[in-house]
Structure formats: structure tokens, C-alpha cells
T-cell receptor, first 114, second 111 residues
Framework: AQSVTQLGSHVSVSEGALVLLRCNYSSSVPPYLFWYVQYPNQGLQLLLKYTTGATLVKGINGFEAEFKKSETSFHLTKPSAHMSDAAEYFCAVSGGGNFNKFYFGSGTKLNVKP | NAGVTQTPKFQVLKTGQSMTLQCAQDMNHNSMYWYRQDPGMGLRLIYYSASEGTTDKGEVPNGYNVSRLNKREFSLRLESAAPSQTSVYFC??????????FGPGTRLTVL
């Protein structure tokens, strides 16, 4: 079975500071990896994904993530936080024998201070 | 193109009552999913349907049943609601080996 670990249920940064949200996964084979964002009282929206190819992937709103197989990590970064980035972020993995299933991390709430 | 739609948006039930949550997608996706979201636990898969006519259990299927009515629609039924089923329920659909698209959710409270 696969699992996803997001370190830090709450992260707080100042506006303009670097955003780093951590995600580690366990999978016996290279998985597909996703980051989703959820704004209050809304569904989940895809930020970015890694399936194959380039390990550094860029997403919407200036976010990017790097797939590091040796570290089984897929951390999400943004060079400069904006107030509108305040939301909950979820890392998800699919694959490892059953590409139909997704496994989600428990989420990280990002707070952006003025 | 509405994407994934869910009804109702909100529901309050008493313990023991039954109800069906409806989900429909207009993206011609084969796979559809039902999740529940609880604080601090992320999304947990209840059931999924890889294609029309098939359904499979996810992590937390107990107390739920599903029906893949056709390619567009995938419903979730609670036969006898319990307070532990108070949650936000999300439906999603996807193309094979690609992104999931989520509906807006149903907030269910069981008293």
C-alpha cells in the first residue's frame, strides 16, 4: 500500500517569503504525484502534477515542485508568498500497481502574514 | 461544461435515516470516486468506479453503498446514517493515469 506524509499541518510565512510545503511518499514503483489546493468551502483544484519526464514541474500561481526519487519526496515551493496563497494544500500519489487509486496526505494549512 | 456537480450541497440527517448523494460529470471520464474529508485526515477514499459497470472499495467503505448508474453518474448511499458519518463528501472523476477533477462537495451532518 502507498502512503503520503505531509510534514507540518500548519505553516505560516510572511508575505513575500519563500513557501516550502513538504511531501514524502512511500511506493514500491515510481508513482504519479500531485499537489492540490483547497480554498475554504470549495473543492480541490490541481496545482501541478508529475507523471513522467522532467522532475521539476511548474504549476499554476507560481508554484513548482521537484520529484526526487532518491528521497521519495515531492516538496512544493513558491519563491514569494502572496496573501491569496492562504489555503490548504494536499499532496497525493497514484500508482504502484493500481493507478486507479489516489492516496492523499493529511494536508498543510498555509497562513500568509502581511 | 459544468465539470463535476454534486447534490445536495448541505444535508442534515437524524441517526438511522438514509439518503443518497448524487454526482455527475460531463467530461466523458471513465473513472469516478467518492471521498470523505475530515479535519486533519485529508481525503479518504470510500469507493471508486474505474469504468461503467464496475465499483471497488476504498479505504473506508463501511456504512456506504454506491451505484454507477451510467458513465456520467455515480451515487453514494448511506442506508442508516450514524454521527460518525458527519463529514464533507467529495466526488471526483478522472482520465486514466491523470488528474482528478473534484466537485464542490456535500456537507453532511448526522445528529
Amino acid at each position: 500500500a502507498q502512503s503520503v506524509t505531509q510534514l507540518g499541518s500548519h505553516v505560516s510565512v510572511s508575505e513575500g517569503a519563500l513557501v516550502l510545503l513538504r511531501c514524502n511518499y512511500s511506493s514500491s514503483v515510481p508513482p504519479y504525484l500531485f499537489w492540490y489546493v483547497q480554498y475554504p468551502n470549495q473543492g480541490l483544484q490541481l496545482l501541478l502534477k508529475y507523471t513522467t519526464g522532467a522532475t521539476l514541474v511548474k504549476g499554476i500561481n507560481g508554484f513548482e515542485a521537484e520529484f526526487k526519487k532518491s528521497e521519495t519526496s515531492f516538496h512544493l515551493t513558491k519563491p514569494s508568498a502572496h496573501m491569496s496563497d492562504a489555503a490548504e494544500y494536499f499532496c497525493a500519489v497514484s500508482g504502484g500497481g493500481n493507478f486507479n487509486k489516489f492516496y492523499f496526505g493529511s494536508g498543510t494549512k498555509l497562513n500568509v502574514k502581511p | 461544461n459544468a465539470g463535476v456537480t454534486q447534490t445536495p450541497k448541505f444535508q442534515v440527517l437524524k441517526t438511522g435515516q438514509s439518503m443518497t448523494l448524487q454526482c455527475a460529470q460531463d467530461m466523458n471520464h471513465n473513472s469516478m470516486y467518492w471521498y470523505r474529508q475530515d479535519p486533519g485526515m485529508g481525503l479518504r477514499l470510500i469507493y471508486y468506479s474505474a469504468s461503467e459497470g464496475t465499483t471497488d472499495k476504498g479505504e473506508v467503505p463501511n456504512g456506504y453503498n454506491v451505484s454507477r448508474l451510467n458513465k456520467r453518474e455515480f451515487s453514494l448511499r448511506l442506508e442508516s446514517a450514524a454521527p460518525s458519518q458527519t463529514s464533507v463528501y467529495f466526488c471526483a472523476s478522472r482520465v486514466p493515469q491523470d488528474t482528478q477533477y473534484f466537485g464542490p462537495g456535500t456537507r453532511l451532518t448526522v445528529l
